[in-house]
């Protein structure tokens, strides 16, 4: 059975035990309630459990215009869970057998990008030119430009760029590589929840691309999570893009599962 609420604090307080159960494969569901509970603005968000014999068997979540969280989701919930939202699934993304039966019940996707978890086992820290640091606030402008190059290059910039690039920001979740004294390349660092932070976006724009920045980059982000803010690390990647997935196995990140985003509008 399907439950639903609009309130963070009842979803967290029924959801997130369950959650934590498996922390690597539901780092998604459990940044989000960590950034809800920072003060990450959500409008119009949709939070909902399922539950077999009174126990807690599956979450969801729904903060618009993100796609609907499936992370978390059992195969068997999907058609109540289709029903229930009156079929409005303008997109979404979790585990293959839970994106696949969406698909059986909605009919293909107009989009579909298939993504690949990883899991830093080793690190490895390549041997680039340049050094990382913390981004400052006076990279503002520059983060930004990179974030909505990022969305336009990806096909998945959604909502207020500005203010989750200030946000991140100020958290000190964004992370540049410097070559030849000017900042190469980005990678962002999701705040710990669960144990586990997640890279992702990394970026580097076209001119500076195929000089190893782009790994360096995620390496220092990676070390500085595991040296001062989690216990593990990890990052998806596009499977459509083979150049980042050799890069980030080269320093370290190991396949944990495989996982599908759909669009339907």
Known sequence: MWTFT???????????????????????????????????????????????????????????????????????????LVEALDGRLPACMGPLEVTGEATRLLGPPSRVVSERLYRLGTLTVPDVPGSGRLAAPGDLPLLVSWYQAFGEETGMGEGDVVDRVARRLAARELFLWE???????????????????????????????????????????????LEERCEQVVLFTDLANPTSNAIYQSIGYEPVSDYAHLTYD
């Open 179 to 225: 070559a030849e004294q000017a900042p190469a390349s980005l990678a962002a660092l999701s705040p710990e929840a669960g144990g586990v932070c997640r890279i992702g976006p990394v970026y580097t724009p076209p001119s500076r691309r195929r000089r190893g920045y782009g790994a360096a980059v995620t390496a220092h982000a990676s070390r500085v999570a």
């Open 6 to 80: 609009s309130s963070f604090d009842e979803y967290a307080a029924v959801a997130e035990p369950f959650l934590l159960g498996d922390p690597v494969r539901n780092t998604v569901a459990l940044t989000v309630l960590a950034n809800l509970r920072a003060g990450m603005p959500a409008k119009d968000p949709v939070f909902g459990w399922w539950t077999v014999d009174g126990q807690v068997r599956g979450s969801m979540f729904w903060t618009p215009p993100h796609p609907v969280g499936l992370f978390a989701v059992p195969v068997e919930a999907v058609a109540s």
